[in-house]
């Protein structure tokens, strides 16, 4: 009973630090799709990629914040060196960002082609997309984080 409380206060806090990373991302995401297309023009669709850097440079602060939420409040360190951890974790989330590219851009594509109101908020299909797809991305993360990288 004590294991599965704490594997579901593990689950929780992972949520928790993904939540604020995630904050950390769709916000860094709404502010660098709305500013850099005014400074490079192909940001809208830079050979069929919509939204190629403002998703390069979000997701690279959402990983970074990540990490730290990660070390803070959820996994123990111990598995491997911090210079190696870092790497690891760094390379997961590498291979992670391309994945949620591709899902961005399928779901921009083909899935949510309209606004979404809730009332009081319209989401737009670029910010409906980027929420998927850290959805998504983020059960995988947390299976390959907790069993290859932190002590599992």
């Known amino acids: 009973m004590k294991q599965l409380l704490l594997r579901q206060r593990q689950v929780l806090l ?8 995630a904050i950390v991302e769709v916000g860094s995401f709404k502010i660098f799709s709305v500013y850099l297309p005014s400074l490079i023009s192909v940001e809208k669709n830079f050979y069929g990629i919509h939204y190629l850097f403002s998703n390069i440079f ?3 602060l959402g990983i970074v914040s990540n ?5 803070w409040f959820v996994f123990q360190r111990g598995k491997h060196s911090k210079r190696r951890e870092f790497a690891y974790f760094m390379g997961v989330s590498v291979f992670s960002t391309f994945l949620s590219l ?15 109101s809730i009332g009081f ?18 059960v995988l993360n947390y299976t390959v984080k907790k069993r290859l990288i932190f002590n599992g």
Do not use: C, H, W
């Open 67 to 71: 990490y730290f939420f990660s070390i």
């Open 121 to 138: 908020f319209v989401f737009s299909p670029e910010m409906i997309s980027k929420i998927a797809a850290i959805i998504v991305v983020s």
């Open 102 to 116: 591709m899902i961005f851009q399928l779901f921009f594509r083909y899935i949510f082609l309209d606004n979404f």
């Open 58 to 60: 979000s997701t690279t």
């Open 14 to 21: 992972f949520i928790l630090a993904g939540g604020l990373s």
